[in-house]
């Protein structure tokens, strides 16, 4: 995610949301996996940017889901859009120093 960008209390709200939404392989929130690259909130509206491990990730319907389920679950927001980013492309060093430890990966 984009850290120079200063977020709305809405996409706090969203964020903290979106830590609800675990990856079923690696049992890790997608926020903590660095999969989510940002938050836009615009009115009653916000898409998420974000990427998959992998191209073709077959439990992309099932994140896509559970990702619009929590956002739009917040106050305010009415519609999820999600917008699917491949550059950069999704590294483990993207991942957070707590989803390192969750996994086993030592720097």
Excluded: F
């Excluded at 559970?66 to 679950?73: D, K, N, S």
């Amino acid at each position: 995610m984009d850290e120079t960008k200063q977020l709305s209390p809405a996409e706090i709200m969203v964020m903290k949301a979106l830590e609800m939404v675990i990856d079923p392989e690696l049992g890790i929130d997608l926020v903590n996996l660095g999969l989510i690259y940002g938050v836009h909130v615009d009115g009653d509206t916000c898409r998420v940017d974000m990427t998959l491990t992998t191209m073709g990730c077959p439990l992309s319907n099932a994140l896509d889901a559970a990702i619009i389920q929590v956002v739009t679950a917040v106050e305010g927001i009415e519609h999820c859009d999600i917008k699917l980013i491949w550059e950069p492309a999704w590294n483990m060093g993207m991942m957070s120093r707590y989803a390192k430890v969750a996994l086993g990966i030592h720097e």
